[in-house]
Every structure is written in C-alpha cells, then in structure tokens.
C-alpha cells in the first residue's frame, strides 16, 4: 500500500484521479455502442420514398438479409457479423425483398458524379471497417424486367420479374466519409 505523508502530494494524485477518470469514463461509455463481433453500416439516404431496409447478401448460397434499425428520418444502422463480411462477396441495400405474389423486388442503387457526363452506378456494397457510413439523395426510380433466380417450394427456378432501382446520389460527408 502506497502511505502519502505529503497534503499537497495527496491532494494532486486524488485530483489527477479524478480529471483521469473524468476523461476516460465518456469514452468507455462509447466503446459500448460497438458490438464486438461485428461491423457497422450507416446509411443516411435523403428522402428516401420506403421505410424500411435490409442488407442483403447474395453471395453463392447465402442469400441472408439483415434488417436495418431505422434511427432517423432517413437513417438506418446495419450490425453485420463479422463471420458474414469474411464470406461476403455480393451485398446490396433493398428496400422490399423479393415478393414471389409480385415477383418484384426494390433494390438501392447509387450513383456517382465526376466532372465527366459520364455517371458511375453502383449497386453492390461492402464493408471494410468497423464502422462504415453511406450518404446519398434520392434522385428517382427505374424500373428493369428481370429473370430472377428464386426458390418456391424447395425448387430453384427462374422466373420473369420487376427489378425496381431506388437511385441515389452519392454525397460525401467529410466528418464519417
């Protein structure tokens, strides 16, 4: 045990104690929003015309879907295990899964402008760090007649469906981008 003849010593080792503890409680607290064992994706997507939405991996077989917690107006937060981002080749953002009475489905696409005419389109989305954030604007709809391979009753079968693209810009955000 540590014995402290001095007032004035004691007095400065209990107050860097507390300005210590003061400064590393608050970042403790948000090391908890962090979920060991998994990568986090935010999307803020600006006047989103849909309420809900999901991640979804198509990689070979997987085909597993995570729904998003929507936290905002436009915001949504994705916890994707970590196991699922080491197997993952192709993930998308959908705002309706595949609906086999409509055989449609609702897809997010985001475009990127350069100083070109040109528009890159990107549908397919990943995730490299813990924490990975995706801002963008709506900009409109286009809709694509598709051949869907899906699974009715155990079967796998093709199938003519409606492909909707929600397309939105893609925005940088300069404090999470």
């Known amino acids: 045990m540590l014995f402290i003849s ?6 400065f ?3 860097f104690l507390n300005i210590t503890l003061f400064i590393l409680l608050p970042i403790h607290g948000n090391a908890q929003d962090k979920i060991k064992g998994y990568y986090r994706l935010t999307t803020v997507l600006k006047n989103a015309p849909f309420d809900s939405l999901y991640f979804y991996d198509y990689t070979n077989q997987n085909k597993s879907y995570i729904e998003g917690k929507k936290i905002g107006a436009y915001k949504w937060t994705f916890n994707i295990p970590d196991s699922l981002v080491e197997m993952m080749e192709t993930a998308v ?19 990127s402008k350069s ?5 890159t389109k990107i549908i397919n989305i990943g995730v490299e760090d813990e924490e990975n954030y995706i801002y963008a604007v709506y ?3 286009s809709v694509y007649e598709e051949n869907e ?7 796998d079968t093709v199938v003519s ?9 893609l925005e940088n955000n300069n404090q999470n981008s």
Not at 6 to 11: E, G, I, K, W
Not at 103 to 108: N, Q
């Open 115 to 119: 100083n070109s005419p040109l528009e």
């Open 93 to 111: 953002l959908v705002s309706s899964k595949f609906d086999n009475d409509t055989r449609s489905s609702t897809w997010v696409r985001f475009i």
């Open 6 to 11: 001095s007032p004035n010593l004691r007095y």
């Open 149 to 155: 391979r899906i699974n009715i009753n155990g079967k």
């Open 161 to 169: 469906s409606t492909q909707v693209h929600e397309n939105f810009y």
């Open 139 to 141: 900009r409109d709809s």
């Open 13 to 15: 080792l209990c107050s």
